[in-house]
């Protein structure tokens, strides 16, 4: 990491997996070296509200870099910038997200952190126990998980069927085998389910 960071100019960074974040403990992070206090009020967050975003923006957002500007109330390192960039990828099946901290006045390169980002990801591939589809997600096709996000969208079968290109008769099967999988008695269940669980 050090050298990921050396190659951006970053003086901060910390390594997230997104998609298994719980809001009661900090087993999200797979690596950081922010001060503690800053992982627990501003990364949680900031994790937190990417873990949020629907399937479609993850993916359209992924080895892009976003900058968000730190809240003045969070403890940042005297000479840092309080903006920050948030750089998601992918690793295996895993919804990871590099997030950098800067000093003051730095200029960055688009493409430098586009590649801090890939090489993430192909390094954090090497650690099959980091990169694993947690038990509860593993049940789950990712055809029946990309159902279970529309549904969450409030789509109807018929609009699931058109968005997705199947038929209507096949994202019914993939619901009635998501509910027997998670155990819920209605579609409300099965997205309330899948966002406890950081599935969706």
């Known amino acids: 990491m050090d050298l990921i960071c050396a190659y951006v100019s970053a003086r901060h960074y910390m390594i997230a997996r997104y998609d298994l974040h719980s809001d009661r403990n900090f087993d999200f992070v797979v690596t950081s070296d ?14 937190n509200a990417h873990a949020r975003n629907s399937e479609f923006r993850r993916c359209l957002a992924a080895f892009e870099p976003s900058f968000i500007e730190g809240d003045p109330s969070h ?21 990871m997200v590099l997030l950098l901290l800067f000093e003051e006045g730095v200029f960055l390169s688009h493409d430098r952190l586009r590649d801090a980002a ?41 609009e699931i069927a058109v ?14 085998s998501i509910m027997n999988k998670t155990g819920a008695k209605t579609r409300s269940e099965a997205v309330a389910f899948a966002v406890r669980n950081r599935i969706i």
């Open 118 to 158: 890939l090489a993430c990801a192909y390094h954090t591939a090497y650690f099959p126990d980091i990169t694993a589809r947690s038990g509860l997600v593993a049940d789950l096709t990712d055809r029946e998980i990309e159902c279970l996000s529309w549904i969450g969208e409030g789509k109807t079968s018929d």
């Open 34 to 47: 922010w001060p503690f206090d800053l992982v627990k009020t501003l990364g949680a967050s900031l994790v």
């Open 75 to 95: 403890p940042f390192p005297a000479g840092l910038s309080r903006r920050i960039c948030l750089l998601p990828y992918n690793s295996g099946e895993a919804r």
């Open 163 to 176: 968005i997705i290109g199947i038929s209507r008769n096949t994202v019914n099967n993939y619901i009635t």
